[in-house]
């Protein structure tokens, strides 16, 4: 087994973790986090740019500049956006992302104006004290709940900034737990871009000449990373995120998928129906392989709903064949997020080995399409 994460390695995974999480970045609005990226890739990447779909490519340059690596992680964060402002200056919403009503009421938030400041509100329901009895009990429906910035007219909403379609995200910092666990918003997927950025600083060589895509747009159809993939025609790729760790009361351990504390997840199979990504046996294998060699403790995870920029990168061209390492994590699209820094860490180290043992004398045998005789030739 290798040496556990030393309590100076968790927080400053923590530092950058928190740096990341913190920032605003509902889809199409991944500006704060884009620019915390660049600053911490500015000073070790070989290239560095951002495509016009607002994509972060960092390249470092392996030993065969034509053996292309990809690594992804997708910068945004479910969120909403407004879709109307009444007389009475409540504002109502329309998701962005996957999210359960259950969760919603009750929340502070984020509205970013054009002029880049935050305005900050609550989702309010109708209080308890003058709902009907069967009210109680039922879920409020998102299109129900109203957001309060503390105005009392549309016009008084509109003077600080707000308007239809501006973005919301949640208002929650990310905070230390007990031991190395952590919870906040938008571990799903700003914990992938920490580990891929630390994995990008601590890379010292390769074979593969690595892209790291900080992708935008994952929560609202991976779009992203289909972008920066058609860009760059990767021969592989690795893309990290979140997985659902379900290891909590009430759930029975067939449905767990994976738990905290164990290590990071590797990805068979995902999407409802395995409609995902099917990840190459082949590559499964060798990442298994690279995990034991290394002494890196990592899970198996089928995932019944719900899949990665994996997907989209795999059907580009004539294929990519992909690799997922997810970040055990419970409460998935909520605002309290909870995960635990030493698998976080491990996923980082594993993207590394991982990277430093692909040759393409291996790629060429196990993944090359590899032309047939026709019969009688």
Request: aromatic letters at 6%; charged letters at 30%.
């Amino acid at each position: 087994m290798a040496a556990p994460p030393t309590p100076q390695e968790l927080d400053e995974f923590f530092k950058l973790l928190k740096r990341v999480a913190d920032a605003f970045g509902v889809p199409g609005y991944e500006d704060e986090v884009r620019g915390i990226v660049v600053d911490e890739l500015r000073e070790v990447a070989d290239e560095l740019r951002v495509d016009r779909f607002g994509n972060v490519i960092a390249v470092k340059r392996g030993g065969n500049a034509g053996f292309k690596l990809v690594w992804d992680a997708h910068m945004d964060e479910i969120g909403f956006f407004v879709r109307h402002i009444d007389d009475k200056g409540f504002i109502y919403l329309a998701p962005a992302g996957g999210w359960a009503d259950q969760v919603v009421p009750g929340q502070r938030v984020r509205i970013l104006t054009d002029d880049g400041r935050l305005v900050r509100g609550v989702i309010g329901i109708k209080p308890p004290h003058v709902m009907k009895p069967e009210e109680r009990s039922q879920v409020i429906p998102l299109d129900k709940v109203f957001v309060d910035v503390g105005a009392s007219s549309r016009e008084e909403v509109e003077k600080l900034g707000i308007r239809v379609g501006s973005p919301v995200d949640l208002d929650r910092d990310a905070v230390r737990l007990a031991g190395d666990r952590v919870t906040g918003k938008a571990f799903d997927d700003r914990v992938g871009v920490a580990v891929l950025i630390k994995a990008f600083k601590e890379l010292d060589e390769s074979e593969a000449t690595v892209y790291l895509v900080l992708a935008a747009q994952e929560e609202v159809g991976l779009k992203g990373a289909r972008v920066a993939a058609q860009q760059i025609e990767p021969h592989i790729a690795f893309a990290v995120d979140v997985t659902t760790a379900v290891d909590v009361p009430g759930v029975e351990p067939k449905d767990k998928v994976v738990e905290l504390g164990k290590g990071p997840a590797l990805t068979a199979v995902d999407g409802r129906n395995a409609g995902g990504t099917i990840v190459n046996p082949r590559l499964l294998r060798f990442m298994l392989r690279v995990a034991r060699e290394e002494g890196i403790p990592v899970q198996l995870s089928v995932l019944t709903g719900g899949t990665t920029d994996a997907t989209a990168i795999s059907l580009v061209g004539a294929g990519v064949p992909v690799a997922v390492i997810s970040v055990p994590t419970r409460y998935i699209h909520s605002p309290v997020e909870l995960l635990s820094l030493k698998d976080a860490v491990y996923a980082s180290r594993l993207v590394v080995a991982a990277t430093r043992r692909l040759t393409w004398e291996w790629y060429v045998k196990e993944m090359e399409a590899k032309e047939l005789k026709r019969a009688g030739g």
